[in-house]
Nanobody
Framework: QVQLVESGGGLVQAGGSLRLSCAAS????????MGWFRQAPGKEREFVAR????????NYADSVKGRFTISRDNPKNTVYLQMNGLKPEDTAVYYC?????????????????WGQGAQVTVSS
């Protein structure tokens, strides 16, 4: 089992940057495929990005491709989401998630462990 804690959220102006961190405890994160999801007010939670166990394979939602970068530091048991060129429509609670599934999981049900979420607000 693994416990996930997000940090790094906040308020930023459009065009700005933020970096979210997801610290894991318990079973080492190198065993897990890691993902980021987000949920805006009144909307369904949606996939943002995924990274495989070794960190050499990633995929992104079309809405963030070219602006966001997911990475991981396995010795530190931490996953990151670097967000550049932020837009007001990126405003949401961002969740870190972990799964033992291989491949390219992008759906909520494919992830077994979730953090509590970090608020990101982008002002226009």
């Amino acid at each position: 089992q693994v416990q996930l804690v997000e940090s790094g959220g906040g308020l930023v102006q459009a065009g700005g940057s933020l970096r979210l961190s997801c610290a894991a405890s318990g079973r080492t994160t190198s065993s897990y495929t890691m993902g980021w999801f987000r949920q805006a007010p009144g909307k369904e939670r949606e996939f943002v990005a995924r990274i495989n166990r070794s960190g050499d394979s990633t995929n992104y939602a079309d809405s963030v491709k070219g602006r966001f970068t997911i990475s991981r530091d396995n010795p530190k048991n931490t996953v990151y989401l670097q967000m550049n060129g932020l837009k007001p429509e990126d405003t949401a609670v961002y969740y870190c998630a972990a799964t033992l599934r291989l491949g390219h999981p992008t759906r909520q049900y494919e992830y077994d462990y979730w953090g509590q979420g970090a608020q990101v607000t982008v002002s226009s």
